[in-house]
Structure formats: C-alpha cells, structure tokens
T-cell receptor, first 114, second 112 residues
Framework: SQTIHQWPATLVQPVGSPLSLECTVE??????LYWYRQAAGRGLQLLFY??????ISSEVPQNLSASRPQDRQFILSSKKLLLSDSGFYLC?????????????FGDGTRLSIL | AQSVSQHNHHVILSEAASLELGCNYS??????LFWYVQYPGQHLQLLLK??????LVKGIKGFEAEFIKSKFSFNLRKPSVQWSDTAEYFC??????????FGRGTSLIVHP
C-alpha cells in the first residue's frame, strides 16, 4: 500500500536560517506531489506542485522553493527564513495522470520561526 | 478560475444534534468535489467525494453530502453528531485543472 512520510514533525528555526523539509512517498510511481501551507482560518494554500522529476510549478511567489530530485521525493526549502514563514506545512500526493483523484496527506510539519 | 467558500468557520454543537456545513463553489464547468476532515493531532483525510452520478454521496462515519448543481453547493450533513466528530472540515473543488482548491475550513466542536 502507499504511504507518505513527512519530516520533521516540528521545527524551530531562527530568522535568517535555511530550511529543508522532506516528503517521500512509498508504494507508487510517478505521483503528483504537492506542498501546502495551512494557516488557522485560512484553509490550505497551495505552494508548489510537481508532476515529475525536476518539474516544479509555483503557485505563490515567496521566500520558499521546492525541488524533486527523485521520483518520490519532494523537498521544500528556503535560503533565509522570515518570521512570516511560520506555519503548518503539508505534503500531499495523488496518482499520476489522475489529478481528479483525492489527495493523500502527510502528517505535516509545524514550523516556528524565532 | 475555480473557488470555494465555506460559510461556517466555527460550529459548536451538542451530541446528537444534526449537522450541516455549507460549501459553495464557483466554476462554470464539470467539477469534482471533496470533503476532507482533520481530527485533532491527525493528518488530513478524505471524508467523501463526488465525481458524477448520484448527487447524494455517502462517506465514512455516517457523513453524507449533496451536490446541487443549480446552487453550486456541496453541503456536508450528519443527522446525529458525536463527540468524536470534533475536527476541522475542509471542502475542496477541482475544475479545469487537476489542482483542487480548498475552502478555509470549518472548526466543529461537539460537546458531550
């Protein structure tokens, strides 16, 4: 069966430090991958999505970037974190070519910037 | 572009009360509709979905939703809520692209 792993679960970082959040999917090939930020009362904001290795689409220009170095690996990064980057980050996937299928979400990463 | 609106941001009910959470979307073509639930401390998971066919969709844990095309709505219902239904509920719509748009979410608290 397919599983999605996201880590770390929580992270506290100082302003100006770099960031790397990792997400991996097991049990499937060529998944569509997504990064969301969830803020209280604001729902899920799509940050990036990817349909294949090296293919990244950005939905919201900001201080973050994403990369997909391997088929089932999706990384969210920043060179210099801002206070406004604090939040809850979710990774999700759904099957290749079946974008109308429901997404499966990871457990999320709670990021606090000090 | 597609959009979705959830009207109730916070709902507080007593056990056994009936529940209806509103969801309206904006998109002129064929849509897929979803309700997701996030229980405290757990990951977001699918509650139910509508792709085509019977507009009354039944999901897990006694939830159902009705797609009313003329009203662009996909409201979530449950006849009798339980304390364990306390969670955050998200409506999502997928129109022309395969990227769904999520609503802001509704926080449901059920008192025992």
């Amino acid at each position: 069966s397919q599983t999605i792993h996201q880590w770390p679960a929580t992270l506290v970082q100082p302003v100006g430090s770099p960031l790397s959040l990792e997400c991996t999917v097991e049990g499937t090939s060529n998944p569509n991958l997504y990064w969301y930020r969830q803020a209280a009362g604001r729902g899920l904001q799509l940050l990036f999505y990817s349909v294949g290795i090296g293919q990244i689409s950005s939905e919201v220009p900001q201080n973050l970037s994403a990369s997909r170095p391997q088929d089932r690996q999706f990384i969210l990064s920043s060179k210099k974190l801002l206070l406004s980057d604090s939040g809850f980050y979710l990774c999700a996937w759904n099957p290749e070519g079946m974008g109308n299928q429901p997404q499966h979400f990871g457990d999320g990463t709670r990021l606090s910037i000090l | 572009a597609q959009s979705v609106s959830q009207h109730n941001h916070h709902v507080i009910l007593s056990e056994a009360a009936s529940l209806e959470l509103g969801c309206n979307y904006s998109y002129g073509g064929t849509v897929n509709l979803f309700w997701y639930v996030q229980y405290p401390g757990q990951h977001l998971q699918l509650l139910l979905k509508y792709f085509s066919g019977d507009p009354l969709v039944k999901g897990i844990k006694g939830f159902e939703a009705e797609f009313i095309k003329s009203k662009f709505s996909f409201n979530l219902r449950k006849p009798s809520v339980q304390w364990s239904d306390t969670a955050e509920y998200f409506c999502a719509v997928r129109g022309g692209s395969y990227i769904p748009t999520f609503g802001r979410g509704t926080s449901l608290i059920v008192h025992p």
